[in-house]
């Protein structure tokens, strides 16, 4: 791996993590906050394609499983963002990266990872909720999600081009 890559990929999770624990949870609706790291994964999907993205997204999955104020069963959100680096490095193999794309893969892989996040929870009883706030917080995160793709997609999948031209193909 190239050592460049390496230091803004650690960087890009740092910084997100740390935005997604410290200071969007004043700005939380209903409860549930943009998932920056999320965001890091796909773009990192889009750019790298799966097999990058689901490393990353195990690792980035552990660090939010374990930072601070996290109050669910570790491992939730290593599998949920394994599974958004897989979904995001499928749609680079298929299609060349448009706007349009993009939001899409964002949007599905929003989905796909709060839905698993929310799935286990279901399945550990961590923390007991229905299925109408599981919904809820589902559609939410979607939304987050989406909203912020125009503000840190362009500039995390631009960076990892520059690094190396070569190995993106979006």
Do not use: K
């Not at 839905?115 to 909720?129: E, K, M, N, Q, Y």
């Not at 559609?139 to 960076?159: C, E, H, Q, R, S």
């Amino acid at each position: 791996m190239n050592p460049a890559r390496a230091a803004l990929t650690v960087a890009a999770v740092a910084v997100a993590l740390v935005l997604q624990v410290s200071v969007f949870p004043h700005v939380a609706w209903e409860g549930v906050v943009p998932n920056l790291v999320l965001l890091v994964v796909v773009a990192t999907g889009l750019v790298r394609g799966a097999q990058p993205a689901m490393l990353l997204g195990f690792v980035a999955g552990v660090l939010l499983d374990l930072a601070p104020p996290a109050d669910h069963v570790a491992g939730r959100w290593a599998l949920a963002l394994v599974v958004v680096g897989y979904v995001a490095g499928r749609v680079r193999q298929d299609v060349r990266p448009t706007v349009g794309s993009v939001v899409a893969t964002v949007a599905a892989s929003s989905f796909v990872g709060t839905s698993v996040f929310a799935l286990t929870g279901i399945v550990l009883r961590d923390p007991a909720l229905g299925v109408g706030e599981v919904l809820q917080v589902i559609a939410i995160g979607v939304l987050w999600d989406v909203v912020l793709t125009p503000f840190v997609l362009p500039v995390v999948m631009g960076a990892f081009r520059r690094l190396e031209p070569a190995r993106a193909t979006a």
